[in-house]
C-alpha cells in the first residue's frame, strides 16, 4: 500500500474528485445541445439505430473496426433515439474516466495522487472536446483507465479473480478502438515478462480473452483492407514530421495546452515517470510504448489513401498521462496548495487542439439553424427501405425516423457496397444529401433547396445495387451543375471525391458510369 503520508483524508478526496467531475459536466453539458451536428457522428448514429445483429456485421466485417461504442449507443437509442443522446453517452463515459483517473493514481500512491490525476483528466482538451463528440473517443479514454486500473489492481493483488478482472479490462479496448488492439499488445508484453512463468493456473482467464479478441483480429485486417493497407502500396500512412506532430498534439490536449502551463504538465510528467521507474517499471513501459507504437508504426505501413493521422487515436493515453502527474504532485509539500495550484493550472490551460465540429467545411451545416428544416422534412417523408446518401449531419438529426432507412457511407468503395449488400431489394426512394453551404443552386430534379443543404429525392423503386448508385451519381452530377460560381475549393472536393468512388463501385460491379 502507498505511504499514509502521500494521502489525503477520504471524505476531502472523494469531494475533490466530485468537484472534478463537476467541473467537466459543467463544461460538456452546454455543447450537448450548442455544437453542430458532425458527419462522424453521424456515422455513430445512423449505424447504431439499425438492428443489433447487423450492427455486429457492418461494424465488424464491413467496416472492419470494433464494435462496442456502436452496440451502447444503439441501447441508449431504445430510450431515446436522437443526436443528443448519442452526446450524453460520451459525456457520461467521460465523466467517469476522470473517476476512473483518482482510482488509478489512488493505487498508485495514495490519494493525493488520485485527487490529481483526476484535476488532469477533468481539465484536459482531450475531454474537453471529446467528451460530448458523439463517436467512441470518451469511451476509449474510459476503457484504457480502466483497463490500466485492473492492471494495477492485479500486479498488488495477484490472483485468480484479479487477473480475470483486467483481462475483461483489457478486452474492452479492441473491442472500443482498433488501436486499442496495440495497446493490449503491449500490455500482453509487458504481463508476460513481470509474469516470468510462473503457474499457469491463475492466468487461465488471460487466456480466454485472448481468444475472446480475434473477432477484433478479423476485424481489424478488413480495416486495413479497406485503407488499402499493403506491401505493395507506394505511398506511407505518415511521414516522420506527421507521427512527431500526433504525439506532441496529443500531449497538449491531455494537459497544459500550449505555452507554460503545458511546460507545467510536461514537467510534472517527466517527474512522475521517473518516480514510477523506480516504483512500477512496467506501467511505465506500457504507458509509453503504447503511446508510442501507433505513430512509430504508420511510417512503417503503406496504403493507397491518406487516413487522417489525428491527436483523438491517441486519447487511450490520457490515463497513463494524468497517473504519471498525479504521482508527481503527490511528492510535492504542501499538498493541498498543490493540488489547488494545479487545478488552477488545468484551468487556465488552452485545449491543445482542435475540435473537428469547427474546422471542416461541413462542420458549420451541422448547426440546429442549418439542419433544422431539411430534417423535419425529412422526418415526414422517409420510409423504411429508402436509401439515404452519404452519411450526413442532416440525416444524423432527422433521427428517429431516418434511422429506419439505409444509411450509406462515402469515400470508399469496399464499405460502400457492402452496405448496398444490406438494402433490400427493390428499395424504395433514394435521399442525396448535399452540402451546399452559402453555395447558390440552380433546379435540380427532385431537389429541394434548404439553404444550407440541398435535399435530391429520386424516387424508386431501385432493382438493385448498380442501379441505386448510378441514380446517386446523376444526382451529384446535376446538382453540380446546377452550381452558380464561384464554388469553394471544398465543395468542389466533395463533389469530386464522392462521385469518383460512385463511379469506381459502378465499375467494380461491371456497370458503366456517366450521366447521359
Same mark, same amino acid.
Given at each position: ?23 467537466l ?8 445541445r ?62 467517469g ?5 483518482y ?30 463528440f ?51 499488445a ?21 487466456l ?29 500512412l505518415a ?14 490536449g ?6 507554460w ?5 510536461a ?10 521507474l ?23 505501413v ?7 493521422l ?9 490515463? +497513463?498521462f *494524468? %497517473? ?5 504532485? #503527490? !511528492?510535492?509539500?504542501? $499538498?493541498?496548495?498543490a493540488?489547488?495550484g =494545479? /487545478? ?9 487542439i ?19 428544416a431539411?430534417?423535419?422534412w ?16 442532416? +440525416?444524423? *438529426? %432527422? ?5 429506419? #432507412? !439505409?444509411?450509406?457511407? $462515402?469515400?470508399?468503395?469496399?464499405s460502400? =457496397? /457492402?452496405?448496398l449488400?444490406?438494402?433490400?431489394y ?41 442501379a441505386?448508385?448510378?441514380? *446517386? ?12 460560381p ?7 472536393g ?14 467494380e ?8
Open positions: 500500500m502507498p505511504p499514509s503520508r502521500t494521502s489525503l483524508p477520504r471524505l476531502a478526496a472523494w469531494g475533490a474528485v466530485a468537484a472534478a467531475c463537476a467541473y459536466l459543467v463544461e460538456l453539458a452546454p455543447d450537448v450548442s455544437k453542430p451536428l458532425f458527419e462522424d457522428e453521424a456515422v455513430s448514429g445512423l449505424i447504431s439505430a439499425r438492428p443489433f445483429g447487423e450492427i455486429i456485421a457492418t461494424t465488424v466485417w464491413d467496416r472492419g473496426g470494433a464494435p462496442l461504442h456502436f452496440l451502447l449507443v444503439h441501447l441508449g437509442f431504445l430510450f431515446d433515439s436522437s443526436p443528443e443522446a448519442l452526446r450524453w453517452i460520451s459525456v457520461v463515459f467521460a465523466v474516466t476522470v473517476a476512473l483517473c482510482d488509478l493514481g489512488r493505487r498508485l500512491d495514495g490519494r493525493t495522487a488520485g485527487v490529481a490525476a483526476a484535476i488532469v483528466a477533468a481539465g484536459s482538451g482531450m475531454l474537453a472536446v471529446y467528451g460530448s458523439g463517436r467512441m473517443y470518451a469511451l476509449f479514454a474510459f476503457a484504457a483507465a480502466l483497463a490500466v486500473d485492473l492492471f494495477v489492481l492485479c500486479l498488488q493483488h495477484p490472483t485468480t479473480g484479479t487477473v480475470a478482472a483486467a483481462s475483461a479490462g483489457a478486452w474492452l479496448l479492441p473491442a472500443v478502438h482498433p488501436y486499442g488492439g496495440i495497446v493490449v503491449v500490455e500482453a508484453a509487458v504481463a508476460l515478462i513481470v509474469w516470468r512463468g510462473r503457474p499457469l493456473r491463475p492466468a487461465w482467464p488471460a480466454v480473452a485472448l481468444v475472446a479478441m480475434i473477432p477484433f483480429a478479423v476485424a481489424d485486417l478488413r480495416l486495413a483492407n479497406r485503407f488499402e493497407v499493403s506491401s505493395g502500396q507506394k505511398g506511407r511521414t516522420w514530421d506527421e507521427a512527431r506532430h500526433q504525439l506532441w498534439d496529443a500531449v497538449r491531455f494537459g497544459g495546452g500550449s505555452g502551463t503545458l511546460v507545467v504538465f514537467v510534472l510528467a517527466v517527474t512522475g515517470i521517473a518516480i514510477l523506480r516504483k512500477r517499471p512496467e506501467l511505465v513501459a506500457w504507458g509509453l510504448i503504447a503511446f508510442a507504437g501507433p505513430p512509430l508504426l504508420s511510417t512503417l503503406r496504403t493507397g489513401r491518406a487516413p487522417d489525428s491527436p483523438r487515436h491517441l486519447i487511450f493515453a490520457l490515463p +497513463f *494524468a %497517473a504519471f502527474v498525479g504521482v508527481a504532485v #503527490a !511528492r510535492l509539500p504542501a $499538498r493541498p496548495l493540488l489547488a =494545479l /487545478a488552477f493550472v488545468a484551468v487556465l490551460s488552452t485545449q491543445g482542435h475540435d473537428p465540429r469547427s474546422i471542416t467545411y461541413t462542420a458549420a451545416l451541422g448547426s440546429e439553424r442549418a439542419v433544422a431539411p430534417a423535419a425529412l422526418r415526414e417523408n422517409v420510409q423504411p427501405n429508402d436509401v439515404l446518401y452519404p452519411y450526413s449531419s442532416v +440525416f444524423l *438529426a %432527422a433521427l428517429p425516423e431516418a434511422g429506419e #432507412a !439505409r444509411g450509406l457511407p $462515402r469515400a470508399q468503395v469496399q460502400l =457496397l /457492402a452496405a449488400d444490406r438494402v433490400d427493390p428499395s424504395g426512394d433514394l435521399y442525396v444529401a448535399v452540402p451546399a453551404g452559402t453555395t447558390k443552386t440552380g433546379p435540380v430534379t427532385g431537389g429541394r433547396d434548404f439553404g444550407s443543404w440541398l435535399l435530391i429525392r429520386v424516387e424508386g423503386p431501385f432493382a438493385d445495387r448498380a441505386v448508385l448510378a441514380a *446517386a451519381e446523376r444526382s451529384l452530377a446535376s446538382a453540380q451543375a446546377q452550381l452558380e464561384p464554388v469553394p475549393a471544398a465543395l468542389a466533395w463533389f469530386e471525391l464522392n462521385r469518383s468512388v460512385l463511379c469506381e463501385s459502378l465499375v460491379l461491371g456497370s458503366g458510369c456517366g450521366t447521359e
